[in-house]
């Protein structure tokens, strides 16, 4: 597959995203080739951790390629994205629980699916360049790839902050948030790639501080802000002087008003069950019904095909949502369990 490099290096099995050109967005085969491998590797002797990384400076993964998802969706094939969606958590939850170690490096842009293969893992590293972010309410989607959990157990109520907003965290606000574990400047990543695959052993990185996180001075403050229900919180918002304020009201008001709902809802169910299958399930609830009942179609033509950023919602504001409405989204699938 000329989408994803798999080998073994010395005591490591490595994967290396390929597609540098797109961003590395994950496609569906690439979800495969991924779980498929780490079957094979499982028990296989000699292999002590897996090794994910991509090429290219600009990201990570940027997400799942979701053209085929729209193409299908617009010719009424609703169940594509969710056989998709359904085989992209799988994954992530095998790279959560592998019994060997998983080791990621994260550089430039990780959202979306790219969180959902770089920050499940056993031992997760940023640099500089890193940028994370859950953008999918923007989309029409919720941010999932079980990052939902990640959201959960995010300090105070960061988490509805970052995915209900979409906004970019930098290295020690991914290590701030749980979305990684150590700091490590790019330009040292080669020479720490060799040792892993000399050791096969992930305490070997020696990982730096990291740069400040402007999130943590923050935090107080916004989760003062989002603790409260959807409509309190963009009425604090829109009142709020601070620096952090303005743009966030600005990325709410800009998303799916149904995605928002679900997506603060399904933050809140988990948190008080953080369980990896627990959140994917509540993901893949949405993410299932997000093509015929959702905003999915609307919010990808709006920022992908068209790319006039004016999508037309469902609903007109946050204020505007009926809970029948966020009820059916979030209800449970006839044939669950899921994923």
């Known amino acids: 597959m000329t989408d994803i490099l798999i080998r073994v290096d010395g005591r490591a099995g490595r994967i290396t995203l390929t597609r540098p050109q797109a961003l590395n967005a994950v496609t569906w085969d690439m ?52 056989r998709f969606w359904r085989d992209e958590y799988r994954l992530n939850a095998a790279i959560r629980a592998y019994p060997k170690p998983v080791v990621t490096l994260m550089q430039g842009y990780v959202m979306g699916g790219g969180v959902g293969i770089g920050c499940h893992a056993h031992t997760r590293v940023v640099g500089d360049t890193s940028r994370i972010a859950l953008p999918e309410c923007g989309i029409g989607l919720v941010p999932d790839a079980g990052s939902s959990l990640l959201l959960a157990q995010a300090p105070g109520h960061l988490g509805e902050y970052l995915g209900l907003t979409g906004a970019r965290m930098g290295p020690g606000d991914a290590i701030l948030a749980g979305f990684a574990d150590l700091y490590l400047p790019e330009a040292a990543w080669p020479a720490a790639i060799a040792t892993l695959c000399a050791s096969g052993d992930p305490g070997t990185l020696m990982a730096q501080p990291p740069p400040l996180s402007p999130l943590a001075a923050n935090e107080p403050a916004i989760s003062a802000v989002f603790a409260n229900t959807l409509t309190t919180t963009v009425e604090r918002l829109a009142a709020s002087t601070a620096d952090w304020a303005a743009p966030a009201a600005a990325a709410i008001m800009a998303a799916s008003p149904l995605s928002l709902h679900a997506a603060q809802d399904i933050i809140r169910t988990v948190r008080a069950a953080p369980d990896m299958a627990h959140a994917l399930d509540h993901e893949y609830r949405f993410t299932a019904r997000s093509l015929e009942h959702g905003d999915f179609l609307e919010g990808i033509r709006a920022q992908i095909i068209d790319r006039d950023r004016t999508p037309r919602w469902r609903h007109a504001a946050p204020s505007a949502v009926p809970a029948a409405d966020i009820a059916r989204m979030r209800a449970p699938l006839p044939q669950e369990p899921a994923p």
């Open 31 to 82: 979800c495969l080739a991924i779980e498929a491998t780490l079957a094979r590797w499982r028990d296989a002797p000699g292999i002590d951790l897996v090794l994910i990384d991509a090429e290219g400076t600009r990201a990570f993964c940027a997400g799942g390629d979701l053209a085929d998802i729209y193409k299908a969706g617009r010719a009424g094939q609703f169940d594509h994205g969710a």
